[in-house]
């Protein structure tokens, strides 16, 4: 999904700077964007889930003005029982899809709300509707993100900045394909095409807070809200390959 972002920024003529955990991967990426679109940029090799990443990352994007942010770290295997996991294991993701979100927000909204101009898009999923087995803290992080998005939308939506909450229902990633165990060479199938998501996100920019999707009614509110709590959850408990978002 980051990729697809990337490609998709680049294509409009913008530089891009590139963050990733996988250094290999990271260059790989970074050259591909330079060969095709005629762009700079810049690669910084971060560990989103290390407590001094945006720190980091601040200070390898100073000198330079951010426009656009794209928050889409990519997700691990998240889908056992609370329990199952050990609590360094919550903690890491819990930094990563919350704390750095925050904080990433913080130092570059700064700017943006300052020049009274810039976009940020901080990727959520259907996974914070509603709590579910297997899902609890990723969904927790998750809905996090996802009212992150709201409210500095309604704070900063007057100064010029977009915010857009995007929240993916079944998206054709390595993360998801593992998850599902469906082969690279096998057809995605009802699986949003990660191209297409990236490309829908960047149009409707300014059609926060929320955009969901693959939804009928995009803008609209969570597709489970004529559903009782508990019904949502015994929903959502349902196995992944059961589900439709």
Not at 14 to 27: D, K, M, Q, S, T
Not at 204 to 233: F, K, N, Q, Y
Request: net charge negative; glycine share 10%.
């Amino acid at each position: 999904m980051g990729a697809a972002f990337a490609h998709k920024i680049a294509s409009r003529g913008l530089n891009v700077v590139l963050v990733a955990r996988r250094v290999p991967v990271l260059e790989a990426s970074a050259a591909g964007i330079r060969d095709t679109y005629g762009v700079e940029v810049r690669t910084v090799a971060l560990d989103l889930s290390a407590p001094d990443a945006i720190w980091e990352l601040v200070k390898a994007t100073s000198g330079i003005e951010v426009g656009l942010f794209v928050f889409n770290a990519g997700a691990d295997d998240t889908s056992c029982a609370f329990l199952d996991k050990p609590v360094d294991a919550h903690r890491s993701l819990m930094q990563r899809n919350c704390t750095a979100v925050m904080e990433a927000a913080y130092h570059f909204g700064a700017p943006m709300t300052a020049r009274g101009h810039g976009a940020m898009v901080l990727v959520t999923s259907g996974a914070a509707w509603a709590g579910g087995a297997a899902l609890s803290v990723y969904g927790a992080t998750k809905a996090f993100e996802l009212i992150l998005a709201e409210s500095l939308w309604a704070e900063w939506h007057d100064s010029g900045v977009h915010v857009l909450g995007l929240v993916l229902g079944r998206t054709d990633t390595p993360s998801l394909r593992r998850t599902l165990e469906i082969g690279s060479d096998t057809s995605p199938g009802e699986l949003a095409d990660p191209n297409d998501v990236a490309e829908t996100a960047l149009e409707h920019l300014a059609d926060g807070p929320v955009w969901i999707h693959g939804s009928a009614s995009p803008t609209g509110g969570s597709p489970l809200g004529s559903l009782s709590r508990r019904d949502a959850v015994l929903l959502m408990s349902r196995p992944r390959s059961a589900r439709t978002g």
